[in-house]
Structure formats: structure tokens, C-alpha cells
């Protein structure tokens, strides 16, 4: 069974930088796919962050272009979100997906205050 | 970007009713290789988002067939028939044929 499961801070603090980790289990990530972060706002606003390739190529939402990085560690099967100067605004709850959504993290809460 | 517009926002109804949902992008969904990349999630509450329907009319696993999904190019539907308590959320469409990805801004079903 594919399994995905964020793991990083639940706090940071305003221009400091966010590192979330997904660890994928049942599935290699280089065998295919993209693998997504998504971020879900207090309300129900979802937005598509970014995704890196199975080959290791990456996408970013422009949004977020001059602060996002998407990396991965294949020896360890999982893929890495970091985002630079976070603002308030950046307070969500922080999904790792393969692909558009049949697999998905449960999801980890991200509140940026001081 | 392309924008999704899904109503209503919200809908309150009882058990054993039929619902539809609607979502309509600003763009034609089907990509150059003819398939139409719209998926639908429900994002029960206190669980993560999963997979209903993908390109906008196959069923994801395990999903009961009461769940369906219809529509072309700019106009897409997701019917529920036979609400059941287990139902209840908030539902988004999304799609992923254009670079970026867009989802709707969710459908909230209540259950009376």
C-alpha cells in the first residue's frame, strides 16, 4: 500500500524559511509519477505548490517561484519542501501528494507567527 | 491561471437525497493528448483530501458508484446519489491539464 507522511515543524517564525519532509512508502519515487506539495488555507483555499518528477525535474507554482525549492533524497524514497521568507500568510496545512490526488500525507499544520 | 468556478459553495441535505455539484473552468480541459484532466476530491473532515473521480468520469478506488461524474471541455458535474452521512465535506474540483494547477474553491455538503 502507497503510503505518503509530512513531517517537519508545526511552528515558524516570520522570514524564516519552512522544511517540510514527505517520506513515501509502497512506491519508489523514481519509478514514476510527480509528487506534488499542496497547501490547503484556513477556509478552504487549496493551492498547487510545486512537484518534482519522477526523473527529478521540477514545477513550481510562479507564485511562489523566487521562494520555493523542491528536492528529494531517492536513497531514502522521499521529497522535500522549502519555503523561503515565509510570511503570516503562509500559515496552511501542508499536503505531499503523488501526482493530482490519488494518493495523499495526512497533512501537517504550518502556523507562521512570532 | 486557469480559474475553476464551483457552486454552490455550500449544501445542506438529507440522507438518501441526490446532489450536484458544479465546476467550470475559464479554459478548455482536454490536453493535446485528448484526455481531460479534471479530478474530483472530498476532504472529509479531520482526514486529508482523496480521490473521488478522475478525468471527470472514472471512479477512484474504492469509491461507491454512487458517485459520478460528467461533463466536457469547460462545464463539469459531480453528482452524488443517494447522500449518505459518510459524505459529508468539502468537495473540489481540480484540474491539471494547464500549467499551473487549479482547484475550485470547494463545495461544503452538510448533512441535514
Known amino acids: 500500500e502507497i503510503q505518503l507522511q509530512e513531517s517537519g515543524p508545526g511552528l515558524v517564525k516570520p522570514s524564516q524559511s519552512l522544511s517540510l519532509t514527505c517520506s513515501v512508502t509502497?512506491?519508489?519515487?523514481?519509478?514514476?509519477?510527480?509528487w506534488s506539495w499542496i497547501r490547503k488555507f484556513p477556509g478552504n483555499k487549496m493551492e498547487w505548490m510545486g512537484y518534482?518528477?519522477?526523473?527529478?525535474?521540477?514545477n513550481y507554482n510562479p507564485s511562489l517561484k523566487i521562494r520555493i525549492s523542491i528536492t528529494r533524497d531517492t536513497s531514502k524514497n522521499q521529497f522535500f519542501l522549502q519555503l523561503n521568507s515565509v510570511t503570516t500568510e503562509d500559515t496552511a496545512t501542508y499536503y505531499c501528494?503523488?501526482?493530482?490526488?490519488?494518493?495523499w500525507g495526512q497533512g501537517v499544520m504550518v502556523t507562521v507567527s512570532s | 491561471d486557469v480559474v475553476m468556478t464551483q457552486t454552490p459553495p455550500s449544501l445542506s441535505v438529507a440522507i438518501g437525497q441526490s446532489v450536484s455539484i458544479s465546476c467550470k473552468s475559464s479554459?478548455?480541459?482536454?490536453?493535446?493528448?485528448?484526455?481531460?484532466?479534471l479530478h474530483w476530491l472530498l476532504q472529509s473532515p479531520g482526514q486529508s483530501p482523496k480521490l473521488l473521480i478522475y478525468?471527470?468520469?472514472n471512479l477512484g478506488s474504492g469509491v461507491p458508484d454512487r458517485f459520478s461524474g460528467t461533463g466536457s471541455q469547460k462545464d463539469f458535474t459531480l453528482k452524488i446519489s443517494r447522500v449518505e452521512a459518510e459524505d459529508l465535506g468539502v468537495y473540489y474540483c481540480?484540474?491539471?491539464?494547464?500549467?499551473?494547477?487549479?482547484f475550485g474553491s470547494g463545495t461544503k455538503l452538510e448533512i441535514k
Open positions: 478525468q471527470v468520469s
Open positions: 501528494a503523488r501526482g493530482m490526488g490519488a494518493y
Open positions: 479554459q478548455s480541459l482536454v490536453y493535446s493528448d485528448g484526455k481531460t484532466y
Open positions: 481540480v484540474q491539471a491539464t494547464h500549467f499551473i494547477f487549479t
Open positions: 509502497g512506491y519508489t519515487i523514481t519509478s514514476g509519477y510527480d
Open positions: 518534482i518528477s519522477n526523473s527529478g525535474s521540477t
